[in-house]
């Protein structure tokens, strides 16, 4: 019995190492393997402030265009918008574009990593509008929440975005 | 003469109003249980290719997809597997590129006569000239998989299967599976699925 469990920490540690060890290096942004985790962390919050949550991966052209406007928000308005840049880069590709890509633009807002591959469900839990494309960007406030599967293509086009939820 | 100007604007106004209205719903594309219509278009050998060159097959399959997207390119191998299981199961199926090769050059016809080949696709691998294909049909990303039985009723609308990143690690072939449910003479399950894909590239309206 105490045998037992003595062994039974020591193989769940043992158990462990290989998860650990796949993304033992240090990143600056977090890496959700579940769309729950995230969905706790970054949806629906009620906190007066508007949140912007964009989907993007390095790989997608129109994704990369746009980037630029999402995060002007944070520099404008960084205290009343937070946003969050949900890259859908292969975790492959972490260390050869993901993070050059973020070395060299410095981004403003958090950046976090979803690996998640159940798409068929958490794509409908984001918006059940929502067809998979990206760029998608979703934006709520105080349970207040609009959807656009769409690229913008200004910063103007995005500030609209967010006084339209504000109304 | 005011008035009449103003009738007049009226009336523009209105018939402005329906057009476009009744252009967004066309544009929605096909639903489960809708009849999809044939297209006519070339394909990277050269040749005009048509739903109805296919006789007396269980259904038809139309995959949308293209050169450039990481995930379309993490989907070839399985699509020629796929093709080959398809033939068998007595289905046609193409795959068609919807993307305007002015916005993006490697998804050109020349380009994709090079992949075809490189890949040696053993479906017909055609190009959305002028764009007209894929918004009837819906389509918004690529790979985007639409499944249709031999009445071209549409029967199953999304992804190949529940894992784009790693073939081994798949535990759903929906595709697959609405080929047996279709041949069958039953209803997929599920009719519908979703997945990350890249956005249809075409010019801005």
Known sequence: MNLK???????LSFMS???VSLYSQDYDFKI???FSDLENAHFDIRDDRVHVINFWATWC?????ELPYLDALTEKYGDKIKVTLVSLDFPRRIDSALVPFLTKNQLKSEVVLLD????NVWIDLVDSGWSGAIPATVVFMNGKKHFYEKEFHSFEEVEEIVLKINQ | MKKYLFQMSVLL?????LSSATYTSNNDGYTIGEKASDFTLKGTDDKMHSLSDYKDVNGYIVVFTCNTCPYSVLYEDRLIELADQAREMGFAMVAVNPNDPDIQPEDSFEKMKVRAKEKGFNFPYLLDEGQTVYPKYGATRTPHVFIMDKDMIVQYIGAVDDNSKDASEVKEKYMY?????????KTPDPATTKAIGCTIKAKKA
């Open chain 1, 5 to 11: 469990i003595l062994v039974l920490p020591l193989i």
């Open chain 1, 116 to 119: 998640d591959g159940r798409a």
């Open chain 2, 177 to 185: 599976k609405a080929m047996k449910a279709i041949k069958k003479g």
């Open chain 1, 61 to 65: 052209a129109p994704c990369i265009k």
């Open chain 1, 32 to 34: 959700y393997k579940n």
């Open chain 2, 13 to 17: 106004l209105t018939m402005f109003v």
């Open chain 1, 17 to 19: 190492i290989p998860l």
